[in-house]
């Protein structure tokens, strides 16, 4: 499937394209298609031969692996303009690693692996970014695995919340939680009734105000003193 210029303006915005010259990219754009999926449909599972990764156009996404009792364990929430499963082109083993869902109705770009590939043997220059892309990430997941493996779920969920806020915004700050709160409770390893009651003294101690999933931050450097605490 051949996208239209529109589509492939959007798509040189992710950093594993920025880098690619007119000519690659018209290589990437005509072999890549545009997949629609409605709430709760699953893109991949985990074992899936991978041949395609993909760039969120609209939607949330999430990534889970199911455990053998049956529960899920929710790896990554996704939203448009994020990247996912290109690191597994780059593994021996060419299998998804993780489940992938649709939390919402919402479109993926899918790109193929082996264009994808050849391209960046014609044109090493643009690997480096893209490594330093990658790179970012996983720097980015293992101080994660640092707040998961040696904070309690109080800092994890202030955390997170905290993560919304704006780089120009001090204090005060609104914005709709992407997804229903179960699933963030599982995203943050926390179970859904602690989840609740931590939200509860949060709003009990006036740093914050819930509607639904909607949450406005009313003290930030209160939340930010329970972190260094």
């Not at 950093?15 to 990437?28: G, Q, R, T």
């Not at 021996?92 to 193929?112: I, M």
């Not at 919304?164 to 939680?177: G, K, Q, S, W, Y």
């Amino acid at each position: 499937m051949s996208l239209s210029p529109v589509f492939e303006r959007e798509i040189r915005r992710s950093p594993l394209f920025s880098s690619l010259s007119k000519e690659a990219m018209k290589n990437v754009v005509t072999s890549s298609d545009l997949i629609r999926k409605k709430q709760d449909e699953i893109l991949f599972s985990q074992g899936d031969e991978a041949k395609h990764f993909y760039v969120v156009r609209t939607g949330t996404i999430r990534l889970f692996l199911l455990a053998p009792d049956g529960n899920e364990k929710t790896i990554n929430i996704l939203q448009a303009g994020n990247s996912f499963a290109e690191a597994v082109m780059f593994m021996d083993r060419g299998a998804y690693p993780v489940n992938s869902q649709f939390l919402e109705t919402g479109e993926v770009f899918s790109f193929n692996n082996q264009v994808y590939q050849k391209i960046l043997h014609k044109n090493p220059e643009t690997v480096f970014p893209i490594m330093a892309d990658l790179s970012r990430r996983l720097q980015g997941h293992v101080m994660e695995i640092d707040n998961l493996c040696l904070h309690n779920a109080t800092h994890r969920l202030i955390s997170y919340l905290l993560s919304f806020i704006p780089a120009d915004e001090h204090n005060v700050t609104e914005f709709h939680l992407p997804t229903q709160k179960s699933v963030i409770a599982s995203r943050l390893s926390i179970q859904r009734e602690t989840f609740s009651r931590i939200l509860g003294k949060l709003k009990k101690s006036k740093m914050i105000e819930v509607n639904g999933n909607d949450i406005r931050i009313l003290n930030a450097d209160k939340m930010r003193e329970v972190l260094i605490d």
